[in-house]
């Protein structure tokens, strides 16, 4: 790590309340978030500070539940089942927690992901979400919301978002210290918005997002018009929103989508998260759309395909796509 | 049709010989080609002066034999198949050879395609290079081979480069009347090069490629960067196929084959020529490669996938690809 990045972090971890002790438990939710608007790019791998704002709809009841406790060493159990400390899972969360909590405190961590398995979708957002608001549970920081979502930004950028329900925009900001890097909730009640998760591949990634990103800013001379792809789309995602209007919502959130993952296609070694049966599914929703449908696809760093609609086309849909897995967004939990 | 490209059309029809009045019979051949720094975009759609150069290889014996002869009445017949006069095929190339022939003058067309069917090749490139070449010698014209590539651009972009065997590169040119846009040869003999041609879908094409072309560079942000990866990828290409640098010719290749789809895949509606095969033969030729194998794929605007490798990899590609139709560039014909 680099000092600029060093003392930047310090700047973020100095929204704590110093001199706070830990209570007996704290208990927190952090729903998982798509983007409609994508983020793929860091400008800053330390801080996650990316290149580009984005804007995601979260999960509603799809997330992370977190309890956290003090304990006589760290422990983190997933999903009913203890992990092993020096595992994969484990080593990133307790980094984590070590820039937030006294150097002696060891913690118990016991975390579920209501996301079902067979849903393909990151859990490493809704996960560092609620880490930041159980440890603000814990202690009684109090933190804000916004200050919450810088916290969960340095655990993975994209749980910035999970902070807040609905509809999310994560702002690149400009500082180096990525005080202004922040995600706010842009407040519109949409009942009838729906997302569906197509899990079309159990095919292990071939590669994390973040070697993704960094390999697409490296090789991609396509990746340089990124920044316009999304200078483009944002401003016209957020509209579409406060406007509810779906079809605007849903063509520019497809064209992100395909942006995006024409950067990554054109990286070297190619990023090629598609399977054959992601352009099978891209097909499908072509042709939905097509005879009248109004849905729209969107895929994040991996062969599973997303579908945007409405409730007005979702028995059509689901004709289409029985298997799907689909979310509303804006149930109360 | 605008006034300029109607005077720049007159300078290219300019090269012609006047008063020239024809033989009995005009016979000639010219290869299909395979792009390896691709053709995607015009800057002129009637005198198709494209927006990059490209480079190529002749598909040696796959191409098409053309035999011109006048005629009582305008008829084309194809692969021993008379063809409508309102067809489409006869259509455009009657509308060709009117910028060549003396208004009075109906003409015969016999024309052969050697590529199979199954391989999917375009053929409008080799047969386009066949006419020109075969009026020349119908007229007695002895048109240069630089003025037979002028002259058969006006038929399709990429037939400038089938008038030529082995490696072709096309220059993009500046000239608003295209003067300058032709068609060279590399002058390397590369008898170990092999394209294998991979036909993964018989499938229609969803939309043509001057369409195509047109919609990626009105709708794409990303095709911005278009020229800027040919401008990496073109003049490594050449020196590649100086230096014999098969590795490196296949990873520029692939990579520029990649970004031209990445410009497709981000415009709207999305010009998605891939396939599931698509997807499948090129984690395939990942596959190889990661076993060893230097194999590169590369692909035009449809679904079908094209192999590059040298001879001492023949075997084994072909025992992953057993339906491989595979070229031989530089063998005589």
Redesign the interface.
Known sequence: MTEPSSRSLETARALIPRAATPGTRGEAYAPANIALCKYWGKRDEDLKLPVTGSLSISMGPLGTRMRIEPAETDALVLNNAPQSADGKAATRLFAFLDLFRPPDLRLKVDSHNTIPMAAGLASSASAFAAAVKAMDALFGWNLSNVDKSILARLGSGSACRSVFDGFVEWRRGEEADGMDSIATPLHVDWPEFRVGILTVSEAEKPVGSTEGMRRTMDT???????P??VA?DLPAIRAAVHNRDFPTLG?VA??NA??M???M??A???V?Y???????A??RV?ALRHAGIEVYATMDAGPNVKLLFTDSDEAAVNKTFPDLVTVRPFDKI
Do not use: D, G, K, N
Not at 274 to 280: A, G, K, R
């Open positions: 991609s001379a396509l990746y340089q018009s990124w316009e792809q483009i063509r497809e064209r395909l942006a993952h024409a950067t296609i054109s070297w070694p190619p090629l598609w399977q054959p049966e992601t352009v099978q891209l097909r072509h």
